[in-house]
């Protein structure tokens, strides 16, 4: 018995096939598209939306997004690479119609259209709206660390430059002793001749130099630290995987895991985050309250109280930074509120009542003690403090304490937020190979993750819906 055999490469076909016949029905570049040539691309601020009226031609805007789409879609985001696969990949040469577009021409089209694709994010989150894909009811927050194009060699902190600088007084110092004993004894006793020490010298005090002005431009600038490849991106000292990069954040849908909003910035923490990002996804969604759950990371008392007051019910736990539970004292978790009395009650059973109120770093804080200190039996359990044990309350510190009430009523909302906003985050980075990104500056990674965002709910989109329905409700 034969095998099945292929036909003859060079025999010709009397009535070859159609191009159409090599996709599906069910394949996702024919809802990449039939969206992109529905959408806006002038409203949506994409270059060259309009055909000029003079000059040599362009490439549609509406075929590089489409092949921008594809490759987000299919872990394909160097411009070389999408390229390459203009010539090879049949759903790409159906897509684009055989347009084979040079990389520096795919590469501009990103470069020059950040804010577009952007715009294109949230006009494909407003589409998931149309489809009721949104529960609209509970967001889960969280932030990443993706890489940047720099090396962490490339960047600089004042405690970094001045360590460095010490170094080099050091190393200057050793050089010119071994350079004074040069001189005095024969060469032949050292292993670097007086030239070679002379050239040591002379390149350490040009990189000296170079750190002077690297110290120089951190002050002017203000910044905390200096990028030198790309200089929006930061060292991320508390992500062992990530040396220099950015801190992208996501606000994440409970009904099918949708990213209903996405940001990137170069801030190295997330507690000022959660406000700006829940405030947007509430517009977005359109309600008038909704509930939001982050972790710990994001626990800050003026965002918790701005999320308040515009109807977002935070969830988010309170880290434990009490230094007195640190070194085995009562912390102030033991002391309990009354708010009737405007008071304090101890584990000994005083109360310790208002005495003054402060400004410290932009919060009103009012401090709370008892004289019955100094004779309590379980004062060296207490405090170290010879005068007696102060306790420091916010004036909004009610705010904060209704969120940690819901969160004992509703345990189980943090391990929920791990199921909804980790997801994203695992598929983005290590399932899409997307964890870092190719293009410099602030401006060009936010458009970059703005296509990956796009391309993770168009994949949930698609395995919710599939195409032939999402095509009917295109229209």
């Known amino acids: ?251 994440v849908d409970s009904k099918h895991k949708l990213i209903v909003e996405q940001d990137v910035t170069n801030a190295v923490t997330d507690d000022d985050q959660l406000s700006p990002m829940a405030m947007r996804a509430k517009e977005t969604l359109g309600v008038e309250r909704i509930r939001v759950v982050a972790d710990m990371g994001y626990y800050h008392g003026h965002e918790i109280k701005a999320c308040d007051e515009v109807g977002i019910e935070a969830y988010v736990p309170k880290p434990s930074t009490s230094a007195n539970t640190k070194l085995g004292l009562f912390g102030k978790e033991r002391f309990s509120y009354d708010p009737q009395k405007d008071c304090y009650q101890c584990p000994a059973g005083e109360e310790l009542t208002f005495r003054f109120e402060t400004t410290e770093l932009g919060r009103h804080i009012r401090y709370y003690a008892t004289a019955a200190c100094k004779r309590c039996p379980l004062k060296d359990q207490c405090t170290r403090n010879k005068d007696g044990r102060r306790i420091t309350r916010w004036v909004d510190e009610h705010i904060l304490e209704r969120m940690e009430e819901r969160l004992k009523a509703a345990p189980e909302i943090m391990q929920e937020r791990k199921q909804l906003v980790e997801h994203p985050f695992g598929t983005i980075k290590h399932a899409n190979d997307q964890g870092y990104f190719l293009m410099k500056r602030l401006k060009n990674v936010r458009a970059e993750f703005s296509l990956s965002c796009l391309a993770y709910n168009l994949t949930r989109v698609i395995n919710i819906l599939g195409i032939p329905r999402l095509l009917v409700a295109l229209g």
Not at 34 to 60: C, I, K, M, N
Not at 198 to 209: A, D, H
Not at 218 to 240: C, F, H, V, Y
């Open 1 to 251: 018995m034969s095998y099945i055999e292929g036909y003859c490469r060079t025999q010709r076909l009397l009535l070859p096939d159609l191009l159409d016949d090599y996709v599906t029905e069910e394949n996702p570049v024919r809802f990449i598209d039939a969206y992109v040539e529905s959408l806006d691309l002038e409203r949506l601020g994409f270059a060259r939306a309009q055909a000029a009226l003079t000059g040599r031609p362009a490439y549609d805007p509406r075929d590089l997004l489409k092949l921008y789409i594809y490759g987000y879609l299919n872990r394909i985001r160097s411009s070389r690479r999408l390229e390459r696969e203009t010539h090879r990949n049949v759903e790409l040469i159906w897509l684009l119609r055989k347009l084979r577009p040079d990389f520096k021409t795919i590469a501009d089209f990103r470069k020059n259209n950040t804010k577009a694709l952007q715009a294109l994010f949230r006009e494909f989150v407003l589409l998931c709206k149309q489809l009721d894909l949104f529960g609209a009811e509970l967001l889960a927050i969280d932030g990443s660390k993706f890489k940047a194009v720099n090396n962490k060699h490339k960047n600089f902190t004042q405690a970094k430059l001045e360590k460095a600088l010490e170094d080099i007084d050091e190393k200057v110092a050793k050089y010119l002793r071994d350079l004074d004993a040069s001189d005095r004894e024969e060469s032949s006793v050292h292993p670097l001749t007086s030239e070679e020490l002379q050239q040591k010298i002379e390149r350490l005090k040009e990189r000296q130099q170079r750190y002077h002005g690297f110290v120089q431009e951190i002050t002017a600038s203000g910044e905390t630290q200096l990028s030198l490849t790309d200089p929006d991106s930061r060292s991320m000292p508390k992500s062992p995987k990530v040396d220099v990069g950015y801190n992208v954040q996501i606000a």
